[in-house]
């Protein structure tokens, strides 16, 4: 028992509790300034459709930056496999076809920036910001520029599957970002893997000297992170049953942020799938808080970087605080 | 068991290597025998650490053969992860320990008690890594437990933990570099404790310092390394504590002269 006690005393425990109620604070704040959306549930469905698309990545990213890489070409790579989603999609007439594609497409770039980053040893922020204009560029090339539209998959089983409304309700893509969720946690915390992953980003030395394939497991991670982005690309591709070139850059910062607000650090070695997840809902629900409370659109970034910015000041405070 | 019946739990026989034009190791013999505790001392840059890598499997030399329990070292296919195969492990100071891991998932790195899937059975870790501290290291210190992070732990107690893990993991051989440095007097005394329950559980050990009292208080024998070469190997019977100060001190005087401090 004195080992649960110790458990539930830890930072890292602290650091999770603390993140939730941000999150229940922000929501009690709108309800007073917007009673009228956020006291319904039409919002919380509405945040269920639009928040799972940068969830999904976030929880790739989360691997990335444990390891203490970063990967900032995770939206031109969401652009790039959203093209070759759609275009598959509407030559082939195939969506499992155009779904594998377009992951096959994630595989790949994430297996070149994981090769650029493991073995020729560039710097992940570096060599990734150099990918992610290559991707970005390719899609605007292949795709001439122009936005493509696949209205005739609305109500296909596949659109169903993946963005419908489970009981006219609950968007499916909450589901699916749910489940990547509880699978990657139970990844990260309870599987060799995942145990490799973090101790790559605490001490890549030791990894190597207790055998630990530190290589390989990078490489996977980015694999992972491409392959997550490609799948959340299809999501979006057909929640708006539009692809167009310049998709995936709004997902950047607003990404980036979720994983840093939900604790994890950039310094690597340390990271929580569920802080992730509660980052990602504080991002995405501000510009809906913002806007329903009656405040001009642009007042969102602001909230969004104080926010963060008392998210890992606290988490610092909380991490040099040695027992 | 059968690998009792060997000579020499490990030989290196004519050793050497070189980083460019500079010549770390020449011509180097050097032998552990079963339960054996060897000093090895030098200054720095005498090639302690480059003999220990080449033992460990980190990089091979340019000549020379390394036999484990008698039996020859394939070099070109040897590795870290050989090494441990072959009960050999080294615990390097800076090295050992994941800092914000905690100890379990520490002392089962790389060598995880997990199903088909790869899955932790993370019970069965923090239960073997509890029998660990109270049995093999003999951990009595209060508040410290499998939950415990790398970074609330001492500097003795995180070489416990490393110390611990090879013991654990049965090797024959630990190797210890530099284990007190930057430590106070108190906590050199626990590793030293440490260093004598691997000598008493019948297992060997290389310890690398430069503090000539603490290698006298649990050593065996000593190997004095200057500039890549051996230039001495005394038995604990054969030299006091100030006769081998008083040599090392020679050889480093010797040294400063050449170069011309």
């Known amino acids: 028992m004195s080992l649960k006690k110790s458990t539930f005393f830890n930072a890292r425990v602290y650091k999770t509790y603390a993140i939730i109620l941000v999150y229940v604070l922000l929501m009690g704040i709108f309800m007073i300034t917007a009673p009228k959306a956020f006291t319904g549930y039409q919002i919380y469905l509405a945040f269920l459709s639009t928040i799972p698309f940068s969830l999904i990545m976030a929880l790739g990213l989360t691997f990335v930056i444990v390891t203490g890489e970063i990967d900032l070409s995770f939206p031109s790579t969401m652009a790039l496999s959203g093209f070759v989603f759609m275009y598959t999609y509407i030559h082939l007439k195939n969506s499992i076809v155009a779904l594998l594609a377009c992951i096959v497409v994630g595989i790949i770039i994430g297996l070149i920036n994981g090769l650029i980053v493991a073995k020729i040893k560039v710097p992940s922020i570096v060599a990734t910001l150099a990918t992610s204009f290559i991707w970005a560029g390719l899609a605007v090339i292949v795709s001439g520029g122009i936005q493509i539209a696949i209205p005739e998959s609305r109500g296909s089983l596949f659109y169903n599957v993946l963005v419908g409304r489970i009981a006219g309700l609950i968007p499916a893509q909450s589901l699916w970002a749910f489940g990547f969720a509880i699978i990657m946690a139970f990844i990260l915390n309870r599987n060799r893997f995942g145990e490799h992953v973090m101790f790559i980003g605490d001490n890549r030395e030791t990894s190597k000297m207790l055998g630990v394939n530190v290589d390989r497991t990078l490489i996977s991670v980015f694999i992972l992170n491409g392959a997550l982005a490609s799948f959340s690309s299809v999501l979006l591709g057909l929640e708006y049953v539009t692809w167009w070139p310049t998709q995936g850059p709004g997902f950047l910062l607003i990404t980036i942020a979720a994983v840093f607000i939900g604790g994890t650090s950039i310094a690597g070695g340390e990271g929580t799938i569920l802080g992730t997840v509660i980052g990602a809902f504080i991002v995405g629900s501000i510009t809906a808080g913002v806007v329903a409370s009656g405040a001009e659109g642009f007042w969102t970034q602001l909230i969004v970087g104080v926010v963060m910015l008392l998210a890992v000041v606290f988490n610092t405070l909380l991490r040099d605080r040695k027992s | ?261």
């Open chain 2, 1 to 261: 068991m059968e690998d009792s019946k060997y000579i020499n739990l490990v030989e290196m026989r004519n050793i050497s290597k070189s980083f460019g034009k500079v010549i770390a190791l020449k011509n180097i013999n050097f032998k552990v025998s079963s339960n054996e505790v060897v000093g090895l001392i030098g200054d720095n840059g005498a090639g302690k650490s480059t003999l220990i890598k080449i033992l460990m499997g980190v990089y091979p030399p340019d000549a020379g053969e390394v036999f484990i329990r008698d039996m020859k070292i394939q070099l070109s296919h040897y590795s870290a992860k050989i090494a441990h195969n072959l009960r050999i492990e080294a615990v390097y100071q800076e090295k050992a320990l994941g800092e914000k891991q905690p100890l379990w998932r520490n002392i089962f790195l790389g060598r995880q008690i997990t199903n088909k899937l790869g899955f932790i059975d993370v019970k069965k870790e923090r239960e073997e890594t509890e029998r660990i501290m109270k049995n093999l290291i003999g951990f009595r210190s209060k508040g410290i437990n499998s939950e415990s992070r790398v970074r609330e732990l001492s500097g003795g107690e995180r070489q416990g933990v490393a110390i611990g893990r090879a013991m654990y993991f049965d090797a024959d051989l630990i190797i210890l570099d530099e284990p007190t440095t930057a430590l106070s007097v108190k906590e050199v005394g626990k590793v030293i404790n440490f260093i004598k329950q691997i000598k008493d559980v019948g297992k060997s050990c290389i310890m690398i310092s430069h503090n000539m009292s603490e290698e006298y208080s649990v050593a065996d024998r000593f190997v004095i390394l200057d500039r890549g070469e051996i230039v001495g190997e005394y038995k604990k019977e054969d030299v006091t504590l100030s006769e081998l100060t008083s040599k090392l001190i020679t050889i480093a005087t010797e040294n400063a002269e050449k170069v011309g401090v």
